[in-house]
């Protein structure tokens, strides 16, 4: 409760602080960050953290899925799409802190480090914060890429092993978000290297001034930024966990913007003046993982049986309510590729005792269920989502025993494998389909630490969404990503859960506030007024 009360009195302190003219925008974040180093992050807390203060080497249209320069104003790729080259924006500033002033503006040795950083492991800051760099490894990155060299000071080329049609789009993801080398040096030198990701500088368009854990984050527009300063002068993070809290903050005026509300608050949302709803589709998926690699879950036909013992429909009614669709496939249904011939395993728990029984199951057995402890945009309440599964499973004699942890903790022993069953979800980072398909199903990515929580490595797929990320022609590429969908719900890998809807309350008073599809919260661009 003190924690929470210092969040309120933090932000709403600070907004009355400010000079008459300044203009400050709060957004009632759901979470803090786990750190701001973004090669490590893999939560879309994190990512909101990290936007403000870093660019990437090309960036997506704000509210968009186009490809657009950022760091790099223009690039050039080679016929065959093996060799990209990109020519560096110059006179971009670095940030400074309390610790350091660069010396220089922002150039090749700076993208360079970003690679060698997550994929040398003999790089000094390979380890620093955390070796697992996910996104790079899941992304096949370590394969993908022949070389990265420095042409000149701003021209830096990358050469690949072969092609990969989603390459530009991948370096607009958050893990590619660009660190001052310089920086780097000068803290390895002064024995502290966690500095750079504990007290950030970027060249993006807000720079840190404060953050305390699970309380607030304080940032300031950047006056040198590149494409100009930020509309807005001052943006506050008032981090506040509970949805309902953050609903009565917004109602208040005690922050602007607010993510992921109650759907049960909708009705009360809908009817307040002050305030409307952005709404789009999501591009994400809620699901609950198998581990594919410990028994029962080994067996196909257990998998089938546990999809047909629970009710789906009865989950998204009670806990998604208005803002969900039932998930067949591992992507959303806006996504280009999407297979609508396959279906879903149907409810059907006299079916799912048969199958058990054929597995040699007869009379059900024993298995754990976690739970998420935390509201995602993917997933309103895994807590109760568990409690309806671990009902439905008892109809057909297994016994789930729902287990949860904090919310970092829980992630690392679900990527690990310790879990027989975990839910888990996804929000796109790039538009593309591979970044479901091969990030989250693929074998790079079972890999003890990787992001297929499954564990599953079926060869058949992998061949499939191996050869789509290598094809630029979009109508042969869904061809591939059709198949790779049916492969996908005959094994079973995952029960999929639901696609939830992006809905974002935010107060009358700001202006221009685009929806993202990938789920993230930018403030460059967003204006404040009466």
Known sequence: ????????????????????????????????????????????????????????????????????????????????????????????????????????????????????????????????????????????????????????????????????????????????????????DAMLKAGTPDKLDQDPIGTGPFYLVQYQKDAIIRYKANPDYWAGKAKIDDLIFAITPDASVRWAKLQKGECHVMPYPNPADLDAIKKDANVQILEQPGLNIGYLAYNTTKKPFDDVKVRHAFNMAINKKAIIDAVYLSTGVAATNPIPPSMWSYNASVKDDPYDPEAAKKLLAEAGHPNGFETDLWAMPVQRPYNPNAKRIAELMQADLAKVGIKAEIKTFEWGEYRKRLQAGEHQTGMFGWTGDNGDPDNFLDTLLGCAAAAPGGGNVAKWCNQEYQALVTKAKTISDQAERTKLYEQAQVVFKREAPWFTIAHAVQLKPVRKEVKDYKLSPFGRHTFYGVDIGK
């Not at 933090?10 to 803090?32: D, R």
């Not at 690039?75 to 220089?104: A, C, E, M």
């Open 1 to 184: 409760m003190k924690t929470i009360l210092l969040a309120t009195l933090s932000a709403s302190a600070l907004m009355a602080a400010q000079p008459l003219m300044a203009k400050t925008l709060v957004y009632c974040s759901e979470g803090s960050p786990e750190n701001f180093a973004p090669s490590v992050n893999t939560t879309g807390t994190s990512f909101d953290a990290n936007t403000q203060i870093y660019d990437t080497i090309v960036q997506f249209e704000r509210g968009g899925t186009k490809v657009q320069p950022a760091l790099a104003e223009k690039w050039d790729i080679s016929p065959d799409g093996l060799t990209y080259t990109f020519h560096l924006r110059k006179n971009v500033k670095w940030q400074s802190n309390k610790t350091f002033k660069p010396t220089r503006n922002f150039n090749a040795d700076d993208i360079i480090f970003m690679i060698e950083r997550q994929w040398k492991e003999d790089h000094p800051f390979f380890k620093v914060t955390s070796s697992n760099h996910s996104y790079f490894n899941d992304m096949g990155m370590p394969k993908l890429l022949k070389s990265v060299e420095k042409v000149d000071d701003y021209t830096v080329k990358f050469t690949l092993n072969h092609p990969e049609a989603p390459f530009l789009a991948d370096l607009a993801m958050q893990y590619a978000s660009v660190q001052s080398k310089e920086y780097a």
